[in-house]
């Protein structure tokens, strides 16, 4: 395709998707438009938004997004608005409903056809929700460590991303085909966006089975969320391939983690909407030909939902070996390389800016050492919702000039980013999400040469720890226990053998967490997911 042809399905597809917005619900549109602006502007602009178009929850139809956003099945299917752009709402918000319906015909159809067995080199089609160079995630950056290392071991590797992406987040120049480090990230993207979810999942899994078929895949390979996974079961139904379902996370636990209080989390949790999402992910877990996870901590949430454990394999977060071959810098070189000045020991991570990543910690652990006397101070790198309130926090706290948040910056500099810090501080809030899934940064600390300070978590502690098992190569500390936090940092800085054998730790847990090390068991899932393709699911009953 030329890149007029480009640019003019973008505008095309574009203009279908804000028209529907603009019907459906022009005041979402608004404030999801000022939401995605750079971190420094969006705290300035969405507050002046909301006070415009309020905050998304007043009137009709912002009683209605109130209650999606509780979990409140029950009130939209009950609602009787009068308003045409609350009833539009209403009948967007059950279409969503309707997507996490069982699909009972999914097991029954799933062994209609006996796959051909994958040979070495593989050929494998993944199928993702995002992907960089546009969205910079840990989601993204594990996908694209696959990738790089399948392609290093031989294997043809195609990637597609969810219908429409990264055009619905306004990307509006965007490629056809994005190729990042040699790997090809293709981009599905509709004539237009319909209003009707079933149809548009459709127009999805329509443009999915001709990017999987022509790309001569022997496997398909999806992530969480659902719907990426259902588009990629469907997908690999039709071209009569096996599948193969990767569990990198649990999106009803995520879902009920952003609730802003404890009372709003336990009610989420025991929403309508909550059971809906974790039903969906178990139906897909159990539907797949194979599963990967990421820690011995999912794989027995998924042996609890009914996944047999001959079906999980595990492969745990991981890091490129360049991180291990280079010199860790020295803090005080990698801020000099950054520009960055102040106080003498920085604490701090890079990460998402989310309320469940406990980051207020980091901002209170620097306030009680400075009142300690100790020259300290925070470098959060990240974006997210939690910022702006993370930014009143530290002003509150009397830390502002000894806080630094930059904001999402490039992935090559990340690492740098990293590196400035004295210690990496993984203050993760004890919900369940945290408690089962295991986040990347600690590995890439490691790696670094970066000492641990770290929730005392069930998926932190394997995470922090070697894949075949021993002591966690971290300070490992109750969350909530802020006196706690600040001693075990302070000992840290303090104490050099300590650190320097903590360092050394850590640095042989990452040595054994490579992608070179751990992608080969991907090879062994692909193998597994053809001989169960159909055997498997007929014994799902």
């Not at 293709?186 to 001709?210: G, I, M, N, Y």
């Not at 620097?366 to 002003?395: E, H, I, K």
């Not at 042989?508 to 070179?516: D, E, K, L, N």
Request: glycine fraction near 8%; charge should be neutral.
């Amino acid at each position: 395709m030329s890149r007029a042809a480009e640019l003019a399905r973008n505008l095309r597809f574009t203009a279908s998707f804000v028209l529907g917005a603009l019907v459906t619900d022009p005041a979402w549109l608004v404030l999801q438009a000022s939401r995605r602006l750079p971190a420094r502007l969006s705290a300035v602009v969405v507050p002046r938004v909301e006070r415009v178009v309020g905050d998304g929850t007043s009137g009709p139809a912002g009683r209605l997004r109130a209650a999606w956003a509780a979990g409140d099945v029950t009130a939209i299917r009950d609602a009787e608005p009068q308003r045409r752009t609350a009833r539009r709402v209403r009948r967007s918000l059950l279409g969503q409903v309707d997507t996490l319906a069982p699909d009972p015909a999914a097991e029954a159809a799933a062994g209609g056809t006996t796959p051909r067995a994958p040979q070495h080199p593989v050929a494998v089609h993944h199928h993702l929700t995002n992907s960089l160079p546009h969205t910079q995630s840990g989601y993204t950056l594990r996908t694209h460590a696959i990738l790089t290392a399948q392609r290093a071991a031989g294997h043809r590797v195609t990637a597609t991303t969810r219908a429409g992406y990264p055009l619905t987040i306004g990307a509006l120049g965007a490629r056809g085909t994005d190729v990042v480090d040699g790997v090809p990230y293709s981009r599905l993207v509709p004539r237009s966006l319909p209003s009707d979810p079933a149809r548009r999942a459709e127009d999805a899994t329509a443009l999915l089975v001709e990017a999987v078929r022509g790309s001569g895949a022997d496997v398909v390979h999806a992530t969480t969320p659902w719907t990426t996974g259902a588009a990629a079961r469907e997908a690999a139904r039709r071209a009569g391939l096996p599948w193969v379902y990767e569990v990198r996370g649990l999106p009803e636990e995520t879902w009920a983690a952003s609730h802003p209080t404890a009372e709003a989390r336990e009610a989420a949790t025991a929403s309508e909407r909550f059971a809906l999402i974790r039903a969906k992910e178990t139906e897909l877990a159990r539907t797949a030909d194979h599963v990967v996870t990421l820690s011995g901590t999912m794989r027995d949430e998924l042996a609890a939902r009914g996944v047999p454990t001959d079906r999980i394999t595990v492969v745990p977060n991981a890091v490129d070996e360049a991180l291990l071959d280079a010199d860790p810098f020295d803090p005080r070189a990698a801020r000099e390389r950054l520009g960055l000045t102040g106080p003498r020991y920085l604490l701090g991570t890079v990460s998402s800016v989310v309320g469940y990543e406990g980051i207020d910690t980091i901002l209170r652990t620097v306030a009680r050492l400075r009142d300690a006397g100790v020259d300290a101070g925070a470098l959060v790198v990240g974006d997210g919702v939690a910022r702006p309130r993370l930014l009143r926090l530290a002003a509150e706290l009397g830390i502002a000039e000894h806080t630094t948040m930059p904001g999402r910056v490039p992935r090559d500099v990340a690492h740098t980013y990293l590196a400035a810090l004295d210690v990496v501080l993984v203050p993760r809030r004890p919900d369940r999400v945290t408690r089962l899934v295991t986040p990347l940064k600690p590995v890439e600390a490691m790696a670094l040469g970066r000492p641990v300070v770290a929730s005392d978590l069930p998926a932190l502690r394997e995470v922090c720890s070697p894949v075949d098992g021993g002591d966690p190569a971290a300070l490992l500390v109750t969350p909530d226990d802020e006196a706690a936090w600040a001693g075990a940092v302070e000992h840290l800085l303090t104490d050099d053998d300590a650190r320097a054998a903590q360092v050394t730790a850590g640095r042989a847990v990452a040595a054994g967490r490579t992608w070179r090390e751990l992608v080969a068991r991907y090879d062994l899932a692909y193998a597994a997911a053809a001989g169960a393709a159909t055997s498997n699911r007929k014994d799902l009953g």
